[in-house]
């Protein structure tokens, strides 16, 4: 490996390191401090909704616009600066008329997320461009395995502060409002480290008739198709659980930043054990065997939750739930670099996470319709028999392609 490998490498993790603090200082707590607003089960399955459909409308238009940029290095950080600005204005929310806090929250997160679709489906463009094929897992997999210790440390001593202050109302607001600024400063010192990759030698500035052709292009690829139709099946049934689970934690079970900070820590923890064993099984097996595995994996997450009717018993089970997310984090970035060529890349991630963003403005309201016509228990298990049906559709496509259990 030469020495620009090693040098991106290690801004890539380093970049990853400081883009898991800033989240973790926010993230896990997010839905709680939407509780804490007043927010309900609507507003926790809008939080969810909302920033897929705003992503709908920018990503494909971002992404083209960053691909009319030779050097796509700073229009990309102009993205990311701009969705860490969103991190101010959230903190300004317990300022706002006491009625309209949460859905103000809400708004302004899912706008958060217009910049922040196109910064990372460039970084995700920008991965495939930085690392070869047979590189792109292992950097992967060590971005996120050395990101989990400062996501641990982060998130306990968020999760403790934000505890010892729950007797107060106003004080805990409060320091909700010291960790967006704390998350933006450590955003703007993530996009200084990105500044730092050294960048590929640009290809030239596409015009627009070639960009459209290049979709229509990204359309008829029948490799990037398929995998595409599978995973959108998958992804559907994953974000449909989103809320659910939120709803499950923290209203059913009752859990406070405390409890959300121990659950977050036990799932970085099965995720740092799990980045490892996922990355060995690409190399191993390759990605369209990780991807059954992983996504079955994910189908019995649900069902794992109905056992944890304790937030103790919850927790401790989230370092299983950690292990196959790790999976299917890595396999999913892997395996959509492997069916996208490195000609018109931005596009074809474009319109890949356009139709993701599609399935995430969709998903979490047809959870919240089956919620509202059963109970959290019933909603959860469908969405368990879901992920267990989209992980059939992967075993099986796998089969007639005949590559289970062989190296993509």
């Given at each position: 490996m030469d020495g620009s490998w090693n040098r991106n490498l290690k801004i890539y993790i380093w970049n990853g390191i400081l883009y898991s603090i800033m989240l973790n200082l926010y993230s896990p707590f997010a839905v709680k401090f939407l509780e804490?607003?007043?927010?309900?089960?609507?507003?926790?399955?809008?939080?969810n909704a909302l920033p897929g459909l705003v992503a709908v409308f920018a990503t494909l238009p971002g992404m083209l616009l960053v691909l009319r940029f030779p050097q796509k290095k700073k229009v990309t950080a102009l993205f990311f600066f701009l969705s860490r600005m969103f991190l101010l204005f959230l903190a300004f929310v317990p300022w706002m008329p006491r009625n309209w806090q949460p859905l103000i929250f809400v708004l302004l997160f899912s706008l958060r997320n217009l910049p922040d679709s196109i910064s990372q489906s460039a970084l995700q463009s920008f991965s495939g461009d930085l690392f070869s094929p047979e590189t792109r897992s292992t950097a992967i997999a060590l971005r996120n395995r050395f990101s989990i210790p400062a996501t641990l440390v982060v998130t306990f001593a968020a999760g403790k502060i934000l505890s010892d202050l729950a007797s107060s109302a106003s004080s805990i607001l409060n320091t909700y409002q010291v960790f967006f600024l704390l998350a933006f400063l450590i955003g703007v010192a993530e996009i200084i480290v990105f500044l730092l990759f050294k960048e590929p030698p640009a290809s030239g500035v596409s015009s627009s008739p070639q960009i459209l052709g290049s979709i229509r292009t990204v359309l008829k690829d029948k490799n990037f198709r398929s995998f595409a139709q599978t995973?959108?099946?998958?992804?559907?049934?994953?974000?449909?659980?989103?809320?659910?689970?939120?709803?499950?934690?923290?209203?059913?079970?009752?859990?406070?930043?405390?409890?959300?900070s121990l659950i977050a820590i036990f799932s970085s923890i099965g995720m740092f054990t799990g980045y490892k064993f996922w990355n060995e099984m690409i190399r191993r097996k390759g990605n369209r065997f990780v991807m059954w595995a992983t996504t079955l994996g994910m189908a019995l997450n649900p069902l794992i939750m109905l056992l944890s009717n304790k937030l103790y018993v919850f927790t401790a089970l989230n370092l299983i739930l950690g292990f196959f997310t790790a999976g299917t984090v890595t396999v999913l970035l892997s395996y959509l670099l492997e069916v996208t060529p490195d000609e018109n890349r931005v596009v074809y991630i474009g319109v890949y996470n356009t139709l993701v963003n599609i399935s995430l403005a969709v998903s979490p309201f047809a959870a919240h319709l089956v919620l509202q016509q059963s109970n959290i228990y019933i909603a959860i298990t469908i969405v368990a028999a879901l992920r267990f049906t989209s992980s059939m559709i992967f075993f099986f496509s796998n089969r007639k392609a005949g590559t289970v259990g062989i190296k993509a």
């Open positions: 804490r607003l007043g927010g309900n089960e609507l507003h926790i399955s809008l939080f995973s959108l099946i998958f992804y559907f049934t994953w974000q449909m659980g989103w809320p659910l689970f939120n709803i499950y934690q923290i209203i059913t079970l009752g859990a406070d930043e405390w409890w959300l």
